[in-house]
């Protein structure tokens, strides 16, 4: 088995026990083996029988080098866009008042409903190409266009088949209670029943990792949520919850209850939500580009997030309606410039705590026995990753311990 050192950089770890901020080392060294890291620290410290044992050297050209970025909250997976509605908004209409007058989701999942799998794949492809290109090494993709057994099972299909043809691990995620369909109009709870109808089954075709929902007034109740999670609950699978996007519904309450994997966007969130979250230990997830795609003037209490000590990972929100974004680079500088997270939180946003997010402990950190999934990037500094509007300094992935 191929022996690796990686040599002549300068690694940002994210190691939270590491004294340096960002767990930066200075002449740095990667040993890896079975796409695992073995070994990570200053190069002088490098042992001298595990560099004998090296068969494969590289030399990272002075480069910074972080952990494989992860997106751990995308809809990345639908037809058609929603151009003409960024349009009327501008005009004035509000997100809610385009969803009540039958756009919005709803619009997405006729064209995605339309949209035969080959050609989802190939619009997927487009996008998920430009977040590997920016050093995405993990990313979660949802369903929630297609709101029918048929429709919902093809996102999810695409889904894997996205992750198995790219140098990229993806994570999928069934959300089914997105919106309530047209043929369901009026009648929500015999939707949710429909929801629950499907999981088991795309559950027991492997195609779902988690579930998520949407709570909200122009959405689900809390109690139609909760008969979601605890179907879930019944399979074992974990859950995730879109939570205070336009109001205080309790649900961030509601998923800590369940044990969330992640709340997210959150810009109602209250203190009780924050308390529970953290006892649960479930991560904030922030998108900064719904945020400011859709001109939201309520921020997410960041400061409270901090108060109760709740990680807090950053994502695209990879959508056609509210963030069409396909750089999570960009989002590092919103989550600073917007929400005033510092660059180290934005940084361990979307690597170490996007992996909790996604309930992956093997990733986001660069230390020994983890996955080797890491970027070069022709930086001098890891705030530089969050500094450059539309800079991509990207130089090298590697990902599962192989050159991409």
Aim: proline share 5%.
């Amino acid at each position: 088995m191929t022996v690796q050192l990686w040599r002549h950089c300068r690694v940002a770890t994210l190691q939270p026990s590491h004294p340096a901020p960002y767990g930066l080392i200075e002449d740095a060294a990667l040993v890896l083996e079975g796409g695992r890291i073995v070994w990570v620290g200053p190069r002088s410290e490098l042992p001298a029988d595990l560099a004998a044992r090296c068969t494969c050297e590289h030399d990272a050209g002075g480069a910074l080098v972080t952990p494989g970025l992860i997106d751990c909250h995308t809809h990345l997976v639908y037809g058609g866009d929603r151009a003409h509605e960024f349009e009327l908004r501008l005009q004035g209409a509000s997100y809610e008042d385009v969803a009540r007058a039958g756009g919005g989701i709803s619009s997405t999942v006729k064209a995605t409903r339309a949209a035969t799998e080959p050609e989802l794949y190939a619009l997927g492809l487009k996008r998920l190409r430009a977040l590997i290109a920016e050093g995405v090494t993990t990313l979660e993709i949802k369903s929630g266009y297609g709101l029918a057994l048929e429709h919902e099972r093809k996102a999810l299909r695409v889904a894997r088949a996205l992750g198995r043809s790219q140098p990229v691990e993806v994570r999928t995620t069934f959300l089914g209670a997105h919106a309530i369909p047209p043929e369901f109009a009026g009648r929500p709870d015999a939707y949710v029943d429909e929801v629950v109808r499907m999981l088991p089954l795309l559950h027991a075709e492997g195609l779902v990792d988690a579930v998520d929902a949407f709570c909200e007034r122009i959405a689900f109740s809390t109690a139609q949520t909760e008969r979601v999670f605890q179907a879930a609950h019944a399979l074992g699978l974990p859950v995730k919850l879109h939570a205070e996007q336009l109001s205080d519904s309790g649900g961030a309450e509601l998923a800590a209850r369940y044990g969330a994997l992640s709340c997210d966007h959150l810009e109602w969130l209250s203190e009780a939500g924050a308390a529970a979250m953290a006892q649960a230990g479930s991560v904030g997830v922030l998108l900064p580009g719904a945020f400011y795609f859709l001109r939201e003037t309520k921020l997410p209490p960041v400061a409270l997030l901090r108060q109760h000590g709740v990680a807090m990972a950053i994502s695209t929100d990879c959508n056609p309606g509210s963030s069409p974004c396909t750089s999570l680079l960009l989002m590092l500088n919103m989550a600073c410039t917007l929400f005033r997270l510092t660059p180290e939180e934005a940084l361990t946003g979307v690597t170490r705590h996007a992996a909790k997010a996604l309930g992956l402990s093997d990733r986001g950190v660069l230390a020994p026995g983890l996955r080797a999934d890491f970027v070069l990037w022709d930086v001098a500094h890891p705030a530089q990753l969050a500094y450059a509007l539309g800079a991509n300094p990207r130089l090298r992935t590697v990902f599962n311990g192989e050159l991409v």
